[in-house]
T-cell receptor
């Protein structure tokens, strides 16, 4: 079973509007971390935001916020006031604390296009 | 200030000709990772080093090897590249595999090396 699911292969949003990118996850580990990364066409992976499983409040970083619903195992990224430079691939990722590797598991990504 | 540096950014190699990709970091992080990312796919972890401890993923082909001569540098060697090995190769680092929280878990990525096999 997939551990990270991003159901939107592609999304379009009008400049200056808000957009939500969906992410659901599956883990039995009580302690885990959730990340969102942005990957422009140049290829580098840019960290956007982090949510720990025990964090009481939803994470926010500037125009990025994470809508964390632990019971539903969802960690949706909200981008407010979209800009043309936000056009990129967005990956949701999870790190489980238990286990030997403690690696990041990535979702399949969502390609976001911001329209002028 | 670059923190994770990958050289070269673009690499062209011939089918079957060994190639080495390099990664260096100025963060003094314990853990270094190599990912393979094919077009429109998620990054796939090949292996990682925790200090000098090498950890290979079960499905990483034997054709891929890695070396970490010191904390700062890590190399990816592809012994006999095939056409299917054409991809973006991403190097990443993290502070500590063992501890919890964002500072331990966050991975810092380099700009990647795009490998073409002719």
């Amino acid at each position: 079973a997939q551990k990270i699911t991003q159901t939107q292969p592609g999304m379009f949003v009008q400049e200056k509007e808000a957009v939500t990118l969906d992410c659901t996850y599956d883990t039995s580990d009580p302690s885990y971390g959730l990340f969102w990364y942005k990957q422009p066409s140049s290829g580098e992976m840019i960290f956007l935001i982090y949510q720990g499983s025990y964090d009481q409040q939803n994470a926010t970083e500037g125009r990025y916020s994470l809508n964390f619903q632990k019971a539903r195992k969802s960690a949706n990224l909200v981008i407010s006031a979209s800009q043309l430079g936000d056009s990129a691939m967005y990956f949701c990722a999870m790190r489980e604390v238990s286990g030997s590797a403690r690696q990041l598991t990535f979702g399949s990504g969502t390609q976001l296009t911001v329209l002028p | 200030d670059a923190m994770v540096i990958q050289n070269p950014r673009y690499q062209v190699t011939q089918f079957g000709k060994p190639v080495t990709l390099s990664c260096s970091q100025t963060l003094n992080h314990n853990v270094m990772y190599w990912y393979q990312q094919k077009s429109s796919q998620a990054p796939k972890l090949l292996f990682h080093y925790y200090d000098k401890d090498f950890n290979n993923e079960a499905d990483t082909p034997d054709n891929f090897q890695s070396r970490r001569p010191n904390t700062s540098f890590c190399f990816l060697d592809i012994r006999s590249p095939g056409l299917g090995d054409a991809a973006m190769y991403l190097c990443a680092t993290s502070r500590d595999r063992e501890r919890e929280g964002r500072k331990a878990a966050e991975q810092y990525f380099g700009p990647g090396t795009r490998l073409t096999v002719t």
